[in-house]
């Protein structure tokens, strides 16, 4: 969470707002991934993001959304995405209730 409010306030501090209020309203989950999570991300992550990757196959999670797509491969159940594909994917399925 750190990282991703540095980023806004460097980069898009407008958005920071959004963000807050985003985190207040689903259910946050820390993960600590194990070694056997670790040693499957390992060769999809670059070494300094095997954590970030362990901690998504850990938990379960289905999509890592990130800029930085180029440190990380899909795989072991997990799809990596920017944000902007998240955005559009939920666009398109939220209109897909006004046909």
């Known amino acids: ?10 980069k898009l501090p407008e958005a920071a707002p959004f963000f807050e209020e ?3 309203s689903v259910p946050l989950q ?5 070694s056997h999570h670790q040693e499957r991300a390992r060769e999809l992550a670059d070494a300094k993001d095997v954590p970030i990757l362990a901690a998504a196959i850990g938990a379960g999670a289905r999509l890592l959304v990130t800029h930085n797509v180029r440190h990380f491969r ?3 159940g997990v799809r990596v995405v920017r944000p902007r594909t998240l955005i559009e994917k939920v666009r398109a399925w939220m209109g897909s209730f006004g046909t």
């Open 1 to 10: 969470m750190a990282e991703v409010r540095r980023n806004l306030a460097a």
């Open 22 to 24: 985003f985190l207040r």
């Open 30 to 34: 820390i993960h600590r991934p194990t």
């Open 74 to 76: 899909s795989g072991q």
